[in-house]
């Protein structure tokens, strides 16, 4: 299995600018998890989906974030317009097992956003 | 809210000393107990899990940890640290009652000396 996929792997872009960040999960795992990592605020959940539908998007900073998850094998993380404070490093996570497997999450490299 | 707290930013020790890294849980009742590492560049991996029974569990790469439940901590232990451990390790929280979200901490920087 190639594990979670996740693209651009850095990105570079100008404040303003809509970023469009791309996440594969495992096959088979019903669950998917976007996470923000800074060094400020340490790793956060942003947004988690289970069977393509998003559960709990409580952890999305602002209206200016939106995930979408159209099918069981590709998610999205949108930001629009992008700021310098969203800059971060950006990771996905699956996981596929029932009640507690859901913690046995399988991250993704990350994307490194540079917003400037 | 539960919280979990790694008090340790940084540690360094040289290769083959023993290891130990402290994590804290503050929640209600027992939780779900991780711990993670995170290699450079790299996402986070799975070391090891506690959800009950037995509080000495082992993982993977020769890591155990221990549940002390009067003391709410989690600690992560190795016999003998390689080069190759050299990584960020995270220790985390889940609600048994269900929420299905992991609570992080803030993570410890481990260096191995040569």
């Known amino acids: 299995d190639a594990g979670v996929i996740q693209s651009p792997r850095h990105e570079v872009t100008e404040m303003g600018q809509e970023v469009t960040l791309r996440c594969k999960p495992i096959?088979?795992?019903?669950?998917l998890f976007w996470y923000r990592q800074t060094m400020m605020r340490g790793l956060e959940l942003l947004i988690y989906?289970?069977?393509?539908?998003?559960?709990?998007d409580s952890g999305m900073p602002e209206d200016r974030f939106s995930a979408k998850m159209p099918n069981a094998s590709f998610s999205t993380l949108k930001i629009q317009p992008s700021e310098p404070r969203d800059s971060a490093v950006y990771f996905c996570?699956?996981?596929?097992?029932?009640?507690?497997?859901?913690?046995?999450?399988?991250f993704g490299p990350g994307t490194r956003l540079t917003v400037t | 809210a539960q919280s979990v707290t790694q008090p340790d930013i940084h540690i360094t020790v040289s290769e083959g000393a023993s290891l130990e890294l402290r994590c804290n849980y503050s929640y209600g009742a027992t939780p779900y107990l991780f711990w993670y590492v995170q290699s450079p560049g790299q996402g986070l991996q799975l070391l090891l899990k506690?959800?009950?029974?037995?509080?000495l569990v082992q993982g993977i790469k020769g890591f155990e940890a221990e549940f002390k439940r009067s003391q709410s901590s989690f600690n992560l232990r190795k016999p003998s640290v390689h080069w190759s451990d050299a990584a960020e390790y995270f220790c985390?929280?889940?609600?048994?009652?269900?929420?299905?979200?992991?609570?992080f901490g803030t993570g410890t920087q481990l260096k191995v000396e040569l």
């Open positions: 989906f289970n069977n393509n539908v998003p559960i709990d």
């Open positions: 096959s088979g795992h019903d669950y």
């Open positions: 996570a699956s996981s596929g097992g029932r009640d507690r497997g859901i913690y046995e999450q399988y």
């Open positions: 985390a929280v889940a609600p048994t009652g269900g929420g299905n979200k992991l609570t």
């Open positions: 506690y959800f009950s029974g037995d509080t």
